[in-house]
């Protein structure tokens, strides 16, 4: 049997973890076998790729560099974790994938769409997720729900939450495009609306991919 592999996508503060943690509760309590991740991290070898892209380095990573990195740790998450649970029947729900890869460093950076897609495909070896949903958030309110976690916690920022208002409203552009582009794949959601409301919106939407669970 063949698992579900679900992604979430969307800019920082759309509520993609609370999303995924709330909807791993309900597949478990049903007696499904979930695996959370995210992207990039996922395996040990994984989160030392993603603590190379996010920390702020002394030594500037260049954009080149930067995508080939994300391919690199998707791969390895792919292969060395994914796909194992995937044959398995077991269903996968994953913060950020190769549509990520597109909308930052394809829109936002400005690097070839032609070559991201041909990255892609190599690093996801045609195992595409079966469902994503994207939680569509604006700008201002991304930056808003930004400022008041920092407010909050004073946690440090990564290297991309630095980014210029600019550089997000071009990685907006890129997700709608892809929803738009991927209709069949990609289900957009206002992430807006309240945690419960959001919760139920993708219930509703998972329930109908579900696979039946063996006896």
């Given at each position: 049997m063949t698992g579900l592999f679900i992604t979430f996508e969307g800019l920082d503060k759309a509520g993609k973890t609370t999303q995924i943690a709330r909807l791993a509760q309900r597949l478990e309590r049903l007696?499904?076998?979930?695996?959370?991740?995210?992207?990039?991290?996922?395996?040990?070898?994984?989160?030392?790729?993603?603590?190379?892209?996010?920390?702020?380095?002394?030594?500037?990573?260049?954009?080149?560099?930067?995508?080939?990195?994300?391919?690199?740790?998707?791969?390895?998450?792919?292969?060395?974790?994914?796909?194992?649970?995937?044959?398995?029947?077991?269903?996968?729900?994953?913060?950020?994938?190769?549509?990520?890869?597109?909308?930052?460093?394809?829109?936002?950076?400005?690097?070839?769409?032609?070559?991201?897609?041909?990255?892609?495909?190599?690093?996801?070896?045609?195992?595409?997720?079966?469902?994503?949903?994207?939680?569509?958030?604006?700008?201002?309110?991304?930056?808003?729900?930004?400022?008041k976690v920092l407010d909050t916690t004073q946690a440090e920022v990564d290297r991309f939450e630095i980014e210029s208002r600019n550089f997000y409203e071009k990685v907006r552009k890129g997700f709608l495009e892809l929803a738009a582009g991927n209709p069949e794949r990609i289900v957009t959601l206002d992430a807006t609306h309240s945690v419960e409301e959001l919760d139920e919106q993708i219930w509703k939407i998972v329930q109908k991919r579900l696979p039946r669970l063996e006896s």
């Open positions: 007696g499904y076998t979930v695996t959370a991740t995210r992207e990039p991290g996922g395996t040990a070898l994984c989160e030392e790729i993603r603590q190379l892209l996010m920390k702020k380095q002394s030594e500037r990573l260049v954009d080149e560099a930067e995508l080939l990195l994300f391919s690199a740790s998707r791969a390895q998450l792919l292969r060395g974790r994914l796909w194992p649970e995937l044959d398995a029947g077991h269903i996968v729900l994953c913060d950020r994938f190769a549509d990520s890869t597109t909308a930052y460093q394809g829109y936002a950076r400005g690097m070839d769409l032609e070559f991201i897609r041909q990255l892609n495909a190599y690093a996801v070896g045609n195992r595409w997720p079966d469902l994503t949903i994207f939680l569509d958030l604006t700008v201002e309110e991304s930056f808003k729900r930004l400022g």
